[in-house]
């Protein structure tokens, strides 16, 4: 795991919520990070480019997991423009994602 990523999940402080927007607790998230390839999705529904690559980012998600070589979780870190905007692209694209912060 990199660095950053490390120290973001041993930051007690730092929260993410699983696609139904309920948070979850820091042995939660090591717990389903473990043995996965975790990447971060920095992305907003306002943007085109973003809302075009999703597909492609979907399909390559699904053909890690059926690749066998274990789980592919994308954290999604919102540049949406309010806190329902990330929350109904979290859910549609069923990932974990950072909290909105505004």
Not at 20 to 49: H, I, Q, T
Request: proline share 5%; with cysteine.
């Amino acid at each position: 795991r990199s660095l950053a990523l490390k120290s973001f999940l041993d930051d007690e402080s730092s929260t993410l919520q699983d696609a139904d927007g309920n948070e979850m607790p820091p042995d939660e998230v090591k717990a389903r990070l473990a043995n996965s390839r975790v990447a971060l999705y920095f992305a907003a529904g306002w943007c085109p480019m973003c809302t075009n690559f999703e597909p492609s980012l979907l399909t390559f998600r699904q053909a890690a997991l059926d690749s066998g070589k274990g789980p592919l979780e994308i954290i999604y870190v919102s540049s949406d423009r309010n806190e329902e905007s990330q929350k109904q692209r979290v859910k549609q694209m069923d990932m974990m994602n950072v909290k909105f912060d505004g």
